[in-house]
């Protein structure tokens, strides 16, 4: 084999590496990359501070706040007005530009139709290596805030209304929040403490820890979520990483390659996912579970209907009441233990085992089909069972619950 094939072979391996990677979520797009690698460290521990006059003005009707680089403290005023707080750091290997850089630097005030605007000014292209600049605002209550932080953390507490974060390369924390909260964040992570309205939130590549809120939507990816005590709806879009949903009103979840956990949900859960397990617990209300490739424990469920949904990987149903279940299973096995479904259990599968655990049914009515597999009764219930070719069946007439079973290779486990 000639060296350019042999250089052309070894290529081809490693995009195959890559691209497998990629898609199973161990490397990111090129776009999670973060910007300021390179730009966001700073090149000393070593700085010098520069303290700014404080500034104080009368309560506007809403405030934006934008640092490129450094940190924003947004706190509760106690007398009505807004107080500025500000401070540059410079950041130095030696000394000999370090009064250069400071006086380069400003903080830029627009205050006009009730609208209050502060930022920061550098003569030339912003020095991300050298310079933080450091915001304390207290602001009052009741003013609008919009915040924009480009490399640096962010924290709120107890004021803000309709607030809006935009926040890169730095993590956000927000505690006794008046209002509703729109965010997007980037390569950071969240701490989100008690909320009054609706949080939306856009993120990649950082983690969620959510406790008390209105409600919530999230739409994001690279990253392990904690959301506890939404009082209505959760809606989550989310691939790469674990998700842990501990009570809420209702929820909606879609991920992808997305570890599920999900709790003590009051009215209702639709939720589909692949390649990642999920464990559900303590639901009520209307369930629909679909799945790929994930293996699916589902428990402790007080549901009037219940449909489930999985390929190549099992299921397993433990404890659950209502009037209707039905499976619909491929390439992975059952597990039910369960007595209280009320009306019709249905299960169509493919390529699946079947243990079922119906001991605590009095008069139910069966009617099993299994093609290519055989059926085992171990339960105190008689059943008619009988083959033709390769098609075996069980049936019994009888009370509810009805109990429906078309299974193609597999075999089926009465006990």
Do not use: W
């Not at 991300?128 to 003013?143: G, S």
């Not at 939507?217 to 009082?231: D, E, F, Q």
């Amino acid at each position: 084999m000639k060296k350019k094939e042999i250089v052309i072979v070894v290529l081809l391996i490693v995009f195959g590496f890559v691209y497998n990677a990629i898609r199973k979520g161990t490397i990111k797009f090129i776009d999670d990359f973060p910007e300021f690698l390179s730009e966001g460290l700073l090149i000393s521990e070593q700085y010098k501070a520069f303290p700014q006059k404080e500034m104080v003005f009368p309560a506007p009707h809403k405030i934006i706040l934008d640092n490129p680089a450094g940190e924003i403290v947004v706190d509760k005023s106690m007398d009505g007005q807004v107080h500025l707080q500000a401070s540059f750091r410079v950041y130095y290997l030696d000394r000999e530009d370090v009064e250069k850089i400071s006086r380069h630097a400003r903080i830029h005030v627009e205050n006009e139709n009730g609208e209050l605007n502060v930022s920061v000014d550098y003569v030339s292209a912003f020095p991300y290596k050298r310079l933080r600049t450091y915001f304390h605002v207290m602001i009052p209550e009741a003013v609008m805030l919009s915040v924009r932080n480009q490399l640096g953390n962010t924290i709120v507490r107890q004021c803000g209304t309709d607030l809006f974060l935009k926040q890169k390369n730095g993590n956000l924390f927000l505690k006794d929040i008046p209002s509703s909260v729109r965010i997007e964040i980037r390569r950071g992570n969240m701490d989100l403490k008690n909320i009054t309205g609706s949080v939306d939130i856009e993120a990649s590549q950082g983690d969620i820890l959510l406790e008390n809120a209105a409600s919530l939507h999230v739409k994001g990816r690279h990253g392990n979520y904690r959301l506890k005590k939404i009082k209505s709806g959760v809606t989550i879009e989310h691939a790469y990483g674990d998700i842990i949903l501990d009570g809420a009103g209702q929820a909606e979840i879609f991920g992808r390659h997305s570890k599920v956990v999900v709790r003590n949900i009051e009215n209702g859960l639709n939720l589909s996912n692949a390649f990642q397990t999920v464990f559900i617990e303590n639901i009520k209300g209307r369930v629909y579970l679909t799945s790929r490739s994930s293996k699916m424990d589902v428990r402790h469920v007080q549901a009037k209907s219940m449909v489930i949904e999985n390929s190549f990987a099992d299921i397993a149903i433990t404890d659950c009441a209502g009037e209707t279940l039905n499976v619909l299973l491929k390439n992975g096995n059952l597990d039910f233990i369960g007595e209280k479904i009320a009306d019709r259990i249905n299960i169509e599968s493919q390529q699946a085992n079947l243990n079922l655990f119906l001991g605590g049914l009095t008069d139910p009515t069966f009617n099993i089909k299994t093609i290519h597999g055989r059926i085992y009764n171990h339960s105190s219930i008689a059943l008619d069972i009988f083959q033709e070719k390769d098609e075996n069946f069980a049936n019994r007439s009888g009370q509810k619950p009805e109990i429906i079973i078309n299974n193609n290779y597999g075999d089926i486990y009465l006990k």
